[in-house]
């Protein structure tokens, strides 16, 4: 097969239209073309959707072969998602994911993104919620990432803390006019439960800035 990205996007294309067995046995000379590719990203890129394709088709172990080729560990690994996604293989797919994350760390965005996917293979189909919560607690991205956090600590049945997870932010509190801030923090860390009140409001009022108002109750308070 020429080595063009023409010809091999065409055949990959192509491998829609068969049959499992035929797109696998289509694909081998696919592979040895994409073996021999020096563009790393160009291999990355072809070889990831050739392995998709494959998939798509149920030609899974076809699909793993490809991604065998690829050479940038990042693709390898994504191709290998994309096969065990569509296999319904959730544990080879989240191996695969977590063998992705360390190597994005030049790749912020990336990273948190993947993240969120593999959270959600772990929460969502292996229903495994204590792994789920360990790989959000790496994301630094609220609002999104305490309300999948919360999710994943409902499902574990740790429902104290999917509740601290969230908060609430009423439009009116008439009932909370005559309060201090520091008392209405002291109120809500009591209803939740929290060891240390003391330590735990003066955190809070450290870490919202909140000296200054402290003292003064609510009332004088604006909603910004």
């Excluded at 798509?56 to 690829?70: H, L, P």
């Excluded at 994301?139 to 609430?168: C, F, H, T, V």
């Excluded at 209405?184 to 003391?198: N, P, Q």
């Amino acid at each position: 097969m020429a080595l063009t990205r023409r010809g091999l996007l065409f055949a990959v294309g192509d491998a829609h239209v068969y049959t499992a067995p035929e797109a696998a046995k289509a694909s081998e000379p696919i592979r040895a073309a994409l073996g021999k590719l020096a563009d790393p990203k160009l291999q990355g890129r072809l070889g990831r959707s050739a392995a998709n394709t494959l998939g798509f088709v149920g030609a899974y172990d076809a699909g793993r072969a490809m991604a065998d080729v690829i050479k940038d560990p990042v693709e390898a690994n994504f191709a290998r998602y994309d096969v065990e996604y569509l296999a319904g293989n959730w544990k080879a797919a989240a191996f695969a994911l977590e063998e992705i994350v360390p190597r994005l760390a030049e790749d912020p965005g990336r990273q948190r993104d993947t993240r969120y996917t593999l959270g959600w293979v772990y929460r969502d189909q292996l229903r495994d919620y204590e792994s789920a919560i360990r790989v959000y607690r790496e994301i630094d991205n609220p609002p999104r990432q305490l309300w999948e956090i919360s999710s994943a600590y409902r499902g574990a049945k740790r429902m104290k803390e999917a509740k601290a997870a969230l908060g609430y932010l009423p439009e009116s509190a008439p009932s909370y006019k005559a309060m201090t801030v520091k008392d209405y923090l002291k109120f809500i860390a009591e209803v939740r439960g929290l060891a240390d009140v003391k330590k735990a409001v003066a955190d809070v009022i450290v870490k919202a800035k909140l000296e200054n108002v402290a003292a003064q109750t609510i009332e004088t308070l604006s909603k910004g």
